[in-house]
């Protein structure tokens, strides 16, 4: 019995501290940089498909997560053809058109690539470019509870910058029978499809950047992963990503 009466106590100690769980997920990128990889596409795009399908197959890769991170955007600007996608979004859209405007362009299509902030034409039966020796620094992303995240940033050298951090919810093992638009009567299969963005400042704080975020993950919406990626300030440009996939 008093066996039993210092575990509890026990227990309930660690369930009161501060930021700590029973079960921590915790995911944390080399020293060397991590790719970012986005696809900007849509289900009311006939075009879009053969590239989900690309996407698809790095669920295999060996690198996934540990020397790229990818990431699928649907748009919401095919939805005037009579289908909604019901993964698009209008921040997804501006995000696209952020990066159109970079480069000085007032065109945006899909399926469209941008691989570290970059446009990324003829991926079909391509692969991604092998992984880089660039020391990029290292970024820690650590569950609290549910919802909230912890992440911290060591960029190494280059630690006089301001700089930003971006956070995704992602899906894979989606489907959806589309009744409308180019795709109409076709059952589509999707992965990596970002259900939610946060992008917020990352502050430096006791020789580190650290900050919290959001990310309420819920349950029956396929097979869920985190990803996240650091800016400079003002910048599109990914520094160094991470991520993994959730229980």
């Not at 899906?171 to 939610?196: I, M, P």
């Not at 919406?221 to 991520?243: D, F, I, K, M, Y």
């Amino acid at each position: 019995m008093k066996r039993k009466f210092v575990t509890l106590v026990a227990l309930t100690v660690l369930m009161n501290v501060p930021g700590r769980l029973m079960a921590e997920v915790a995911f944390q990128s080399s020293e060397t940089k991590t790719s970012l990889l986005e696809l900007y596409t849509s289900e009311g795009c006939s075009s879009c498909p053969p590239a989900e399908t690309w996407i698809s197959q790095l669920k295999k890769d060996s690198g996934l997560w540990k020397t790229f991170v990818p990431l699928a955007f649907h748009v919401d600007y095919w939805d005037y053809l009579g289908w909604r996608d019901p993964w698009s979004a209008k921040q997804f859209t501006s995000r696209q058109r952020a990066y159109a405007s970079s480069w000085k362009s007032g065109t945006i299509y899909t399926p469209g690539f941008i691989l570290n902030g970059t446009e990324w034409r003829n991926w079909s039966g391509r692969k991604l470019p092998s992984s880089t020796t660039e020391k990029a620094g290292i970024l820690k992303i650590a569950s609290i509870d549910k919802a909230r995240w912890q992440v911290r940033f060591d960029p190494g050298a280059d630690g006089s910058k301001k700089f930003e951090v971006h956070a995704a919810l992602l899906a894979s093992d989606l489907n959806s029978n589309v009744k409308a638009g180019e795709n109409r009567g076709r059952r589509l299969e999707h992965d990596f499809v970002v259900l939610k963005l946060v992008d917020q400042p990352l502050p430096r704080r006791d020789g580190a950047y650290r900050a919290e975020f959001t990310l309420d993950a819920k349950e029956g919406e396929g097979r869920l992963a985190v990803a996240a990626w650091v800016t400079r300030e003002g910048s599109l440009e990914p520094v160094q990503a991470t991520g993994g996939w959730l229980k």
